[in-house]
């Protein structure tokens, strides 16, 4: 009779472990991608493309088709905030990547301001990477 109450209560609470775990499956989060620069470092000068890749953490995977906007380049990483530089965005060299054309007008640390809409996801992935340019 005690054994059988035990097994019951065994039964019970891997049940609802279950239950309690199947939401997070079967629910990707917004916060699980990210985005990663390609090459940390660039050339500086004019016409210079830069390449993010878009990451789903979970799988490791690279995200195509996601929607990119707010793009925004300047030093602010150097104390230049007012230097800001035109983005425009390229076609990426493969699924996941996401390539921006700008000009590097001059040495140092330049900050990619990113924010990017993914299929099927509500929110949005937000993102400052800093690219290194040199001379
Ligand atoms: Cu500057």
Do not use: C, H
């Not at 990707?28 to 985005?35: C, L």
């Not at 530089?85 to 700008?102: I, L, N, R």
């Amino acid at each position: 009779m005690k054994t059988f109450t035990i097994a019951r209560a065994v039964a019970a609470a891997l049940i609802s472990l279950s239950v309690i775990g199947a939401p997070k499956l079967a629910l990707a989060d917004i916060k699980d991608y990210e985005f990663e620069l390609v090459q940390p470092t660039i050339q500086a000068g004019a016409d210079k493309i830069v390449s993010v890749r878009l990451m789903n953490k979970k799988t490791g995977k690279p995200v195509p088709d996601a929607v990119i906007f707010a793009t925004r380049l300047d030093m602010a990483p150097e104390g230049m905030q007012e230097m800001v530089t035109k983005v425009t965005p390229m076609s990426g060299a493969e699924p996941g990547t996401y390539s921006f054309k700008a000009n590097f007008s001059m040495a140092g640390r330049w900050q990619l301001s990113l924010g990017a809409k993914v299929q099927g996801e509500t929110g949005t992935v937000e993102s400052k990477l800093v690219v290194t340019a040199r001379k």
